[in-house]
């Protein structure tokens, strides 16, 4: 198994320099999320709409914990 940060090593490291066509493969992938929730739609187990309401409910609650934080 290899694993990856998709975005590179760290803040200041750009893996590609090092690591050209691991990146460029890496960089073609769909997201994880975005990979299970194709699977899960193959599969018939959610729909589109469903996994789209799931992400705005994700975001929804993102929104007003950060909302929440500004209060502090």
């Known amino acids: 198994m290899i694993g ?3 975005y590179g090593h760290n803040e200041v ?3 590609s320099f ?3 066509i691991m990146y460029k ?3 073609s992938m769909d997201t994880q999320p975005k ?3 194709n699977k899960l739609i193959s599969a018939g ?3 589109e709409q469903e996994v789209q309401q799931v992400r ?3 975001n929804q609650h993102f929104e007003a ?3 929440a934080s500004l209060t502090f």
Request: without cysteine.
């Open 35 to 37: 990979s299970y929730a």
């Open 18 to 20: 090092t690591q050209p």
């Open 25 to 27: 493969k890496i960089r």
């Open 4 to 6: 990856f940060r998709f």
């Open 45 to 47: 187990v959610i729909s």
């Open 56 to 58: 705005d409910q994700i």
């Open 65 to 67: 914990e950060y909302q």
């Open 13 to 15: 490291d750009e893996p």
